[in-house]
């Protein structure tokens, strides 16, 4: 099992504009151990490539003013590499939600298309975590949320959203 784990995690690193070798290596192993399984070592790689971004970069996420703002710059634009209005558009900002609509190009995409895979199923059992993880590292109330209905090839772009929670409301509301 550890095995698969580093042949996964040494594919992912190695991945840079074109994906296809990495689902390629995932479809060989979930054979053995079952695509989910599998998966979820592609999973846990992207989790920790992720959180090891912040920590080089020794930021302190104290007393931010906007937690919507912060968590957009910091993963969308100086992690991924997208922008507005080059790559997407915000069709929806205020203090509690963000929703953004990606046209960028995209590596899983374009490897998923490649290898018939559902970018439904690859995109919630494989990338929405690691979105999530990042975003509470910079707020405990974050949550990321993206609309798998509105999810390329099956729509024009990919819909998700940055969603403050305010947990005092869910307790008493």
């Keep these: 099992m550890e095995d698969y784990c580093q042949l996964i995690e040494q ?5 840079a504009e074109d994906s296809t070798e990495l689902f ?3 479809l060989l192993i979930a054979d053995e151990i079952g695509i989910a399984a599998a998966l979820a070592h592609l999973e846990e ?13 020794q930021i302190e996420f104290r007393n931010i003013r906007d937690p919507i703002g912060e968590a ?5 634009e100086l992690y ?9 558009e915000i ?9 953004m609509r990606w046209w960028n190009h995209c590596p899983t995409l374009e490897a998923c298309k490649r290898l018939n895979l559902d970018t439904r199923e690859v995109c919630l059992k494989v990338y929405h ?3 999530q993880e990042f975003f509470l590292r910079i707020h405990p109330n974050l949550r990321f949320e993206r609309n798998y209905r509105a999810l390329r090839p099956h729509a ?4 998700e959203m940055i969603v403050l929670k305010d947990y005092h409301h869910e307790l008493h509301g």
Excluded at 45 to 57: G, Q, T
Excluded at 80 to 88: N, Q, W
Excluded at 156 to 159: L, N, P, S, V
């Design 11 to 15: 594919h992912y690193l190695n991945t």
């Design 24 to 26: 390629r290596s995932v």
């Design 45 to 57: 790689c992207v989790i920790k490539k992720r959180l090891a971004w912040l920590e080089a970069r």
């Design 72 to 76: 957009y710059r910091m993963f969308f």
């Design 80 to 88: 991924l590499g997208v922008s507005v209005p080059a790559d997407g």
């Design 91 to 99: 069709v929806e900002k205020s203090e509690k939600r963000m929703v």
């Design 129 to 131: 975590r690691p979105v």
């Design 156 to 159: 024009a772009y990919c819909e």
